[in-house]
């Protein structure tokens, strides 16, 4: 179980990580041997320092970092619909959160990733590239809209949007929170600070959001989805 409570914000786990690889760069220490030599193994420590910070994650915590990018993205897209769609106000302004706060997550991943040297997903990408059996694949995360259901949604208008957003993006968080928790039950994985902050945001966010959505969804004219 993920605590509700967030001591330490994914801004200040940023601030956090860039803090430690900047000290284990900093100017290596001379050694006064020489005037101005400077000690090797200073050098090599500051590195592997460096190195350590940077590499300490799994084959779990790329798969996660890579596939909530286009799990994100899913969700700022549709989201992203509802000006257009006659949204009624309270989900416009639920979906203008969705857009600004999954947006400013997606760049935050793909810094992660590119950090490391790894690939990095657009930020406008609708599936994850897979190597499986040496051929590359396209998945959906779980939870995603499929290319009928993202249609559907799409030719929708006024309240047919509304509920059928909120009847997709429900499930749509409940994926990301499943994502989450493969996340955390994979062994080794989330040693990294910001991964576990970023994690934890998610969980604790759209958990809330999800119960916010139910609220809003059952107060709404009965009706099958997309009627």
Known sequence: MIPALRTITIRGAVAIT???????????????????????DVIITATTQADSVRRSFTDADVHFMSGMIPHHAQAVLIASWAPTHGARADIRAFCERVVVGQGDEIAIMQNWL????????????THLR???????????????????????LDSARGPRYDRLFL??????????????????????????????????DIFADQTTEIERMKTIL??????????
């Open 18 to 40: 860039a803090a430690a690889i900047a000290c284990a760069r900093q100017a290596p220490v001379h050694t006064g041997t020489t005037p101005g030599a400077q000690s090797r």
């Open 114 to 125: 590119r950090d490391r040297g790894l690939p990095v997903p657009a930020a406008n990408s």
């Open 130 to 152: 897979m190597k499986m059996g040496g051929m590359e694949h396209d998945m959906l995360m779980p939870g995603m809209l499929s290319p009928e259901e993202l249609a559907q």
């Open 167 to 200: 009847t997709f993006m429900i499930r749509h968080h409940e994926g990301a929170i499943s994502m989450v928790e493969e996340l955390l039950s994979s062994t080794g994985a989330a040693q990294d600070e910001l991964i576990v902050k970023l994690a934890n």
């Open 218 to 227: 059952a107060a709404m004219p009965s009706g099958a989805p997309g009627h």
